[in-house]
């Protein structure tokens, strides 16, 4: 996938000086495609002096010629050839930086911007041109180990079919992958949507991580986790003497979010008088503190996330419609673990060699699956997600005495998972209160699953009280 930076070429010329922060990292080595000599040897002064081995030719077709010749990193050619740089572009394709002029219009503008991976306008000063160029780096880096080979041995290395984190090659996961790639680089927001324990988190981090923001910060907040009267505090700030705790000043998630990512977690939670302050945060990119006069301008990209059905919040008037519109920009649904069982197994050989590093220190050594549990951990619908396995693998390895972690350690509602198969069952586990204690945590994770946590309709599907469901999801811990 294409990524550009964009710098004018009436700019050039101004830059004086060189990219002077020690230890700068840039991409190497750099193509640079200019007709005009004194704009291009300006330009290759200064990418010589900040560290990078540039080479110039003055015309496309020289530079076609030698991009298939060598190995380069990055070409800098004119933004409108942008066609004919990408029709012909060698495999694999360099990270390539247009310099446009700023007046450039049409369907060449169009291209670029599209497919921006970061853009600096006209005026630019050195220092922008140079974080440009530690982005560009950061980038390369980071999308050469974006897909590592599949390994299934605990004691082989950690490479695991793994995607800034998340691990899978399952079609329903890469398909997630390549919608995190192709999105992160856009500052339009993003809706994440996923039942508990699917990762999203991960995902925001993702996407912030692959944009032209990942030198700013990532800043969370969870909309449930928070009390009501607390939260408008959090996210916007307050001045002192706001309120009667207002003992200072204090700066809100978006300003300490300023040009990074702001994650909103459990956004179907924020209660509605907030979500009208959100939606003008995010429509004037601009808040103000809480007892203060002012507002303060802010560049954040928003991304949320949400297990409930935001559209049907929407529709019961419990989301305000405008706001969603505003957040479902780039929609990103994640697959629950039931629907990718193929994924299992990876995601088990990942834990194992997670937590054998995380207990080392108390003679906890490598372990390996035996086939039995690995055909029970395959065959549990996992209603918790990839976050109930992470835990499951954990419990296992911290009770597991010796290198095979057997059947009999993992929990009863694993081993259990095929509902109804009580032939293989041994006769001290012929108990009828167990298997119906199992049998209705199951159900009743199944409901909750089903109804992306929505326990009045989970109540109904069960055909039970929704006080009933209620005590019972307190009594079994779920």
Request: with cysteine; glycine share 6%.
């Amino acid at each position: 996938m294409l990524r550009f930076v964009c710098v004018s070429t009436a700019a050039i010329s101004s830059l004086v000086g060189s990219i002077d922060a020690p230890g700068t990292e840039i991409l190497n080595p750099v193509l640079l495609v200019l007709e005009g000599d004194s704009e291009r040897r300006a330009l290759q002064l200064l990418l010589a002096e900040a560290g990078a081995n540039a080479s110039a030719v003055s015309d496309l077709p020289a530079a076609l010629s030698e991009l298939r010749a060598g190995s380069y990193s990055a070409v800098l050619f004119p933004a409108d050839q942008i066609s004919e740089v990408i029709a012909g572009l060698p495999e694999p394709a360099p990270l390539l930086i247009a310099i446009a002029d700023r007046q450039m219009k049409g369907a060449d503008a169009l291209a670029v911007m599209d497919t921006a991976f970061d853009c600096l306008v006209e005026p630019i000063d050195v220092r922008q041109l140079q974080l440009a160029l530690r982005r560009a780096a950061t980038f390369h880096a980071m999308r050469a180990q974006v897909v590592k080979p599949v390994v299934t041995s605990v004691e082989g290395p950690e490479d695991d079919s793994t995607f800034c984190g998340m691990v899978g090659k399952s079609d329903a996961i890469t398909a997630v992958f390549r919608m995190i790639d192709k999105v992160a680089r856009h500052k339009a927001n993003v809706l994440i949507t996923g039942e508990s324990g699917t990762g999203k988190e991960l995902v925001a981090r993702a996407m912030h991580d692959l944009s032209s923001r990942v030198d700013g910060p990532f800043v969370a907040i969870n909309c449930g986790a928070i009390p009501a009267n607390l939260l408008e505090s959090e996210m916007f700030g307050h001045c002192r003497g706001a309120f009667t705790d207002a003992v200072r000043d204090k700066p809100g998630l978006f300003e300490d979010a300023h040009l990074g990512t702001l994650f909103f977690d459990e956004i179907g939670e924020l209660p509605l008088n907030l979500q009208v302050k959100l939606l003008r945060a995010i429509q004037e990119e601009e808040v103000r503190r809480i007892g203060d006069t002012k507002s303060i301008k802010v560049d954040v990209r928003i991304i949320a996330a949400t297990l409930k059905d935001v559209g049907a919040a929407v529709r019961d008037g419990q989301f305000r419609e405008d706001l969603f519109y505003r957040l479902n920009v780039l929609p990103v649904e994640l697959p629950p673990l039931r629907d990718r069982p193929e994924d299992v197994p990876l995601l088990v050989e990942h834990f194992l060699r997670s937590y054998a590093e995380k207990h080392a220190a108390v003679g906890t050594g490598p372990k390996r699956m035996s086939d039995e549990a690995m055909a029970h951990l395959r065959r549990y619908p996992w209603p918790g997600n990839v976050r109930e396995l992470q835990n499951c693998i954990e419990r296992a390895m911290v009770l597991c005495e010796g290198p095979v972690i057997e059947a009999h350690l993992l929990e009863d509602k694993v081993r259990r998972a095929e509902l109804g198969a009580t032939d293989s069952l041994p006769a001290e586990e012929l108990s009828i209160k167990k298997m119906t204690r199992a049998m209705e945590e199951d159900l009743i994770r199944k409901a909750l699953a089903t109804t992306k946590g929505n326990r009045t309709n989970a109540a109904k599907l069960l055909e039970i009280s929704h006080r009933a469901l209620l005590y019972k999801i307190k009594a079994y811990g779920l």
